[in-house]
């Protein structure tokens, strides 16, 4: 089947297969990195790890770039502002960024640039615009010259009244421009403290690179002349895309990027998010308030990304729930007992089931991303799963529950969730798996010897450490904390 995507340069949805065979060069705008980023930018990045994980569930190679914005307006302030370097303003929030990241079980992607360690290639870039004639010097700065360029308005239709106050611009209207739509290229001329924390030198003299430049050069870096997907928040359409199109490919004079895609904004409890309101939260906040990242993730994805999504407490804690369910359906299917004769039961139609299921996950994940739908068709493999289950006495065929397992499988490898809880369940102390490996073994020495009440003495130990074990029917004992789902199997 065909993934169709909705493209913001086209404004239609359209079937999608890469330039080159079996290969997706797909870029992404990485976090401006000033501050922690919120939940709402970690709404963008996760869906554009949804999407990464899909295409490679379609079978593609996927080669992702995310860039490091570590050098604009913000950066700089807040460098300012502390009296410190760039550095010591970016390096510690990128860390924080990747923390974050590995709690929502993002996937690793294949490089992210750093703007401060691409400025060379950003100014070959505006010396290329300059050759083609796109650009003007003024005060110091270089400028990109919209009246020289045809082809601006490809994502928006532009009234050029309002261009000034739309999106997300850099600050730079203390600088000389021609046109109040013309954007800067490299930024000189006498720059107030700017110069004490970001300054490169350039033909144009002292200076540091545009915002927009940043992402059109890391682009094209790394993935170009053409790339097959950008994406990012909707706020970035606006002059951010608009530009990085016109740097591109009035460089390059190739097309810059085939489809674009953006993710409509997340709101938090029906707001805008804003720490005034209190609604402003971070990953550490919420894992303060007792929450699992998985859980996080998942609501994070719960809506489709060309819809605003609206982050609540409770969302939260039905997400916890809708897991659980998951969680506990997968639990019975790999728990049950595997009988030929269960194909005659209530367990008979599973395998079809299943495969139902997965027809409906892929269909609705073809169809833009369609997570709601996706969801409902695991969702509904797990309701009639639970009733045959029931009726069989806890019994199936190999088949089914192969057939089952895998399609669980097939929605985690996308929505990462499953897989996560995994994760965080055996992120116990290492001390304590330590511990409690340890004394298992000394319990099963103290079985084989004959020692029982030693061996007894021991689960005791062990169970008052909040642990709880379950010796199975072949010898082998797990165990897990009271609250979980079993972590590990001990001998
Ligand atoms: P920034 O760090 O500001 O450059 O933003 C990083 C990413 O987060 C960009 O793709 C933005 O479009 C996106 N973003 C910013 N605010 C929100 C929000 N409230 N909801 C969803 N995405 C957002
Ligand atoms: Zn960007």
Redo the contacts with the bound molecule.
Sequence with gaps: MALRLHNTLTRSLEPFEPLEEGHVRYYT?G??VYDR?HI??F??FVWEDLLRRYLEWKGYRVTQVMNL?DVDDKTIREALERGVSLQEVTDPVTEMFFEDWETLGLEDVEATPRATETVDAMIRLVEKLEEAGLTYESDGSVYFSISEYEDYGQLVELDPEQLESAGRAESDEVYEKDDPRDFVLWKGGDRDDEGEVATWDSPWGPGRPGWHLECSVMALEELGPTIDIHA?????IFPHHENEIAQAEGATGEPFVRFWLH?K??LVEGEK?SKSLGNFYTIPDLLEKGYRGSAIRYLLLSGHYRSELNFTLDGLDEAERALDRLEEFRRRVREAEVDADAADGPAGELPELAREARRGFEAAMDDDLNVSDARGAIFELVRQGNGRLDGSGERLTADARDAVLAVLQDFDRVFGVLSLRDRERSSIPTELRRWVEERLEARSAARERGDYEEADAIRDEIEARGIQLEDAPDGTTRWKLREGEFAAVGS
Excluded: S
Aim: proline share 6%; charged share 10%.
């Design positions: 705008c976090p401006t980023a709402g930018n709404r963008t914005t990012g928040g909707v706020d970035l993710a904004h997340l998010m």
